[in-house]
């Protein structure tokens, strides 16, 4: 299985995180000064998934809250510190959806780029400002994050 452009075996060991680290610094030539303090809300159901895109977000300087895996979770964290961007996995822990979820980030001003491993979504926003489909590419992730000018999707 492939994540962010790099292979992800079993249970992450520290020396993966450390290599995903190394690679996302290598492979991405972010603009840190365009991404600024930028604080990123990530809502994920895989852990391992979740815990490469926390890696590689925090190496472009991002500040990241979760990840979570469920809806509840992701509104505890966005109400203790509203983030500016909320990375949402549609599909989340126990069958839950994050279209409640995904409104409700929406309606308070948040930025949403939804993931999914799905070609299609039905009945999806038109505010957000991203569709990743999986396995999500650094540079398209970079990408979106760097251009807030509108709604795009990646496959």
Do not use: C, F
């Not at 991405?28 to 490469?52: C, H, K, N, P, Y």
């Not at 510190?81 to 909320?86: F, G, M, N």
């Not at 839950?96 to 999806?124: F, W």
């Amino acid at each position: 299985m492939r994540y962010s452009g790099v292979r992800i075996p079993g249970p992450m060991r520290a020396e993966h995180r450390k290599s995903l680290v190394e690679h996302s610094k290598m492979a991405v030539a972010a603009d840190r000064a365009t991404l600024g303090r930028m604080r990123i809300l990530l809502v994920e159901d895989s852990w391992q998934l979740g815990i490469a895109l926390k890696g590689l977000l925090q190496s472009l300087g991002l500040t990241v809250a979760g990840p979570v895996a469920t809806s509840v979770d992701a509104e505890r964290l966005a109400s203790a510190q509203l983030p500016d961007l909320a990375l949402v996995d549609i599909n989340l822990r126990g069958g839950e959806q994050a279209y409640g979820l995904i409104d409700r980030l929406l309606d308070l001003g948040v930025r949403v780029i939804v993931t999914s491993g799905y070609a299609e979504l039905p009945m999806l926003p038109a505010r957000v400002s991203a569709v990743l489909q999986k396995p999500i590419k650094e540079a398209q992730l970079l990408a979106i994050l760097e251009d807030p000018s509108g709604p795009t999707t990646v496959a």
